[in-house]
């Protein structure tokens, strides 16, 4: 399965940005996708996923501020991300899982204070 995500960008604190992803390939047997982030010097950490039953599952820093939300006719999910904060600036990754875990290119989002 290839991954593509876009939406990434430069905000200030408080703004908005919403990232896409597009799947395609062998995507009829994905058991769910979602997104993550990697800061500098940080591990990769999941952000908002989807589960095998389609409940989406956020991590506390991000829960209230961002929504994950699916459009199966067109492979896609998006991450509406509000009420930014420099600490979310991170490249983040959109990723898939099947018997193993595909990851797109990431994107850059920057949050200046």
């Known amino acids: 399965v290839q991954l593509q995500a876009s939406g990434g960008g430069s905000v200030q604190a408080g703004g908005s940005l919403r990232l896409s992803c597009v799947a395609s390939?062998?995507?009829?047997?994905?058991?769910?996708m979602g997104w993550y982030r990697e800061a500098p010097g940080q591990r990769r950490e999941a952000v908002a996923t989807f589960t095998v039953d389609g409940t989406a599952v956020y991590s506390a820093s991000v829960k209230g501020r961002f929504t994950i939300s699916g459009d199966n006719a067109k492979s896609t999910i998006y991450l509406q991300m509000d009420s930014l904060k420099p600490e979310d600036t991170a490249v983040y990754y959109c990723a898939a899982v099947r018997t193993a875990i595909s990851w797109g290119k990431g994107t850059q989002v920057t949050v200046s204070s």
């Open positions: 390939g062998a995507i009829f047997d994905i058991k769910g």
